[in-house]
Structures are given as C-alpha cells and as structure tokens.
DNA sequence: GTTCATGCAAATCGTTTGCACAATG
DNA sequence: CATTGTGCAAACGATTTGCATGAAC
C-alpha cells in the first residue's frame, strides 16, 4: 500500500505544471529560487501551491533535469578555523573534513583575465567518503 | 538612539557564553550547528537560550573568529543546467553565473591517492564581482 | 548609571506534509 | 478506475527578534 510521501509506484504522469517548471528554468540563466517559480507561474495557474511547486522541482531533480545549489542560506556550520581551506564531506558519515591543501590562487587571477570577473575569493569543496568510511567499504 | 537590532554602538562586553562558544568551537574539528552549542552549553548554563547562542555567533563571524560554512540540506537556487560546472557568485549584483572552465578531474585522484578519500565530486564557486559591476567601480 | 547581553516567547522564513479532490493514463 | 498530481492549510526546523531583566564597565 502507497504511504503519504512515497515515491509512486508506477511511472510519473504527465502534469502540465511540472512541464511549465523546467521550460521557466530552461530559459534563464538566473539559477531562480522556488518562490521565483511560483510567482512566475500563479500568473497560468492563479491556485498554484508552493507544495506543488517543491514537489516538482523535487521529482525534477530525481530525474535528473534539475540541478539543486545551496548557496548560503541552509543549515550553518560553524568553523573555528578562520585560515582558508578547503573541505570534503563525507557521503556516509555526514563528517566535514578540513583540507590542508594549498589554496590555488593562479586560478583566481586566470579567471579575472580571461572573463572580466574580479575574484576575491574561492571556495572548493570535495564530496565522497572519508578515509574511515572508504577503508570501511 | 540605538534600535532594536542594531549594533551597540561602544564596544563589544566581555560576556561569559560568548566566551565559551569561542573556546568549544576552537576545540573540535567537527564543525558544529548552532543547536550542538547551545546541548554542549546548557550544562554549564542551564538557562541558555538559543537566541544568546545565534546572536553571539553572529558577534563572532563579525570580530573574525568565526566562519560560516552554509553546506545545504535544503534547497536554495535551481539550475537546469545539468553538465556539471562551476559558478560565480558576484557580492554587489548577487548574480549566479554559470562558468565554462573545464573541470580540473586530477585533483580529486590527488586527494584520493594522497589522504585515502574516495572523491566521487568536487564543487568550485568564486566570489567577488562580475564583468558587469567590475566595469561599473 | 548607561547600554550591552541574556532569557524567554513569539514571530519569521523557507520548506514539507496530511488530506480530500481533480487530472492522467 | 487505479493511482498520481494538485490545492489548501497546517506543521516543521532553523533562525531572528521584541521586550523586560541582569550583567559589564
């Protein structure tokens, strides 16, 4: 029997927000928020719901269409170590790691000529298993 | 007249709870939430309020001795753009821009061969301004 | 004694979910 | 018609804030 929140078991219908959703994201460059989306799209649909909306970006995202990036405004991590560095997160354990490997700043300056951009900082971050849960596998 | 939420305007007091938010901080190398701090220190402030615990991280990041590592669980902003790439984030126009530089792949086999990590990816954003606001300072 | 810091509770923000109904295949 | 998708509203978790009281200088 099928639960609230399960993924269904048969294949995803077609569902004329869902299509809107990806052709809105498709056309921009913006890297728009959920509530972009939704105040875009109650213009076609003047009852959509913000569940509707997370619920497709969601199952966008599992079939590969969508990208998610979470710059900034989630759950804060504190780090007392204020010299810079890169990070690694640990897929199984959730550890997050402190690196100690050199901060590339040839990068930065490559990036400034080549494109306009004036880079102030970088910030690098690896994801996959730590030593303890790689040893473990 | 000083309002509510703004800074103080003298310096900052000496204040015992920030004080040991600091010192905890400094030793652990496990970058932890707001929320660990505040089940960390209710032993020692059995009348601790989260409210103390935000605002004086907030005093913390602000004096230097603290950085804020936003790893997201949730979502933020959403990309079609499914190849994987790096971004800019510019700090004036708060732009997200999507890079084309080629995504350097020995860097991971570096850290996997150097530390025992198994890199499965790796994520590089830059920071500072875009062409656009670079042209306009 | 001035004003910064705290505790507490309520408010806020982005996101998620339970449920009854509508749409899809 | 079986099951997925929707709208709505309420729930949620992390963070912020108003306010009266307590602590620092």
């Known amino acids: 029997m099928r639960v609230r929140g399960d993924k269904p078991a ?3 219908r077609h569902s004329r927000q869902r299509e809107r ?3 809105l994201l498709r056309d921009t460059r913006a890297h728009p928020t959920a509530n972009w989306l939704f105040d875009r799209l109650r213009r076609e ?3 959509l719901s913000m569940g509707t909306v997370y ?3 969601g199952i966008l995202i599992e079939q590969g269409h969508l990208n998610r990036c979470a710059f900034g405004n989630a759950f804060d991590r504190l780090d007392a170590n204020v010299r810079p560095h ?3 997160l640990c897929d199984r354990c959730d550890a997050i790691i402190d690196l100690d490997l050199p901060i590339d700043r040839t990068i930065d300056t490559w990036l400034g000529k080549a494109g306009g951009f004036v880079v102030r900082r970088h910030d690098l971050e690896f994801r996959g298993l730590c030593p303890t849960c790689a040893s473990q596998a």
């Open 45 to 47: 649909f003047p009852r």
């Open 10 to 12: 048969g294949p995803y």
């Open 86 to 88: 890169y990070h690694f």
């Open 21 to 23: 959703i990806l052709e």
């Open 55 to 57: 619920r497709n970006i």
